[in-house]
C-alpha cells in the first residue's frame, strides 16, 4: 500500500533534518553569515543620516534573502555523494511529496534562522516591536513559505550542475523581488505604528504570491525531475 502524499513528504523532511541535525554544519555556516551580515550592516550604518526604524526592514530581508539560498543550496546536495536521490526516484512514493517533504525541511531551517536574526535586528537597532513582534513572525514566515516553494525547486534543478552555486541565485533572486518587497513594505509600517489595515495590501501580495507558487512548484517537480 503506497503512504500517503502527506506522510511521505513528513518522512522524507525528518531524514533531512536528522542529518542537518547530526552535523549542524549547514545550520551554523548560514547562522554566522547572518549575524555577521546584520552586524557589517550596524556598524556601517550612521544614525544621523538614517533612522533606525527606516533601515531595519531592509537589512533583515536581505539578510533573510541570502541566508535563505544559503540553506537552500544544501537541499539536494546532501543527496549526491551516495545517490541517494535515486532510491528516492525509484521508491514506490508520489514524486510530489519529495518536493513537499524538501520544501518542509527547508522551511524548518529557514524558520531556526529567523528566530535568530529577527530579535538580533530588533535589539541592535533598538526597534518598538512590542506587540508586533508576533505579527513579524507570522509575516517572516509567509516570506518563507514562498521563499522556500520557489527555491527548493531551482535547487533541485541546479543541484547536478557544476555551477550550482551560481546557477540557483540567477533563478531564484528574480522571483525573490515580490517577497521582499511586500514583507518589507509591511514590516516598515508596523514599525511606524500605522494599522494594520494599511499594511493589508502588501500581506496579500505575500499570501497570493505563496499559493501561486507552492501548487505550481509542487506540480512542476516530476517535470524537472525527468529532465
Known amino acids: 500500500m503506497r503512504p500517503s502524499l502527506l506522510v511521505t513528504a513528513w518522512v522524507i ?8 541535525f547530526r552535523t549542524r554544519t549547514a545550520f551554523l555556516a548560514v547562522l554566522v553569515f547572518a ?7 550596524y556598524f556601517a550604518w550612521d544614525a544621523t543620516a538614517v533612522a533606525a526604524i527606516d533601515l531595519a526592514p531592509g537589512v533583515l530581508w536581505v539578510i533573510f534573502t541570502f541566508s ?13 555523494a551516495d545517490r541517494a536521490m535515486d532510491a528516492l526516484l525509484l521508491a514506490p512514493i508520489d514524486r510530489e511529496a519529495i518536493f513537499l517533504g524538501k520544501a518542509l525541511a527547508n ?33 517572516a514566515l509567509i516570506a518563507a513559505i514562498g521563499l522556500v516553494a520557489v527555491g527548493t525547486l531551482f535547487s533541485a534543478m541546479a543541484a547536478n550542475t557544476r555551477l550550482a552555486e551560481l546557477l540557483l541565485p540567477m ?57
Do not use: H
Not at 35 to 41: P, R, W, Y
Open 107 to 139: 522551511l524548518l531551517f529557514v524558520a531556526g534562522i529567523l528566530v535568530v536574526t529577527v530579535p538580533s535586528v530588533a535589539l541592535l537597532y533598538n526597534l518598538p516591536l512590542g506587540r508586533t513582534l508576533p505579527i513579524l513572525f507570522a509575516i
Open 35 to 41: 549575524v555577521l551580515g546584520i552586524a557589517t550592516f
Open 171 to 227: 533563478l531564484s533572486l528574480p522571483f525573490f523581488v515580490p517577497i521582499v518587497y511586500g514583507a518589507a513594505q509591511t514590516t516598515s509600517m508596523l514599525l511606524a505604528g500605522r494599522p494594520l489595515g494599511e499594511a493589508w495590501p502588501f500581506m496579500k501580495i505575500l499570501i497570493a504570491f505563496d499559493l501561486v507558487f507552492l501548487t505550481a512548484c509542487t506540480l512542476t517537480f516530476p517535470y524537472i525531475l525527468e529532465e
Open 13 to 20: 523532511a525528518r531524514k533531512d533534518l536528522a542529518i542537518e
Open 68 to 80: 535563505g539560498l544559503l540553506s537552500l543550496q544544501r537541499s539536494f546536495g546532501v543527496e549526491l
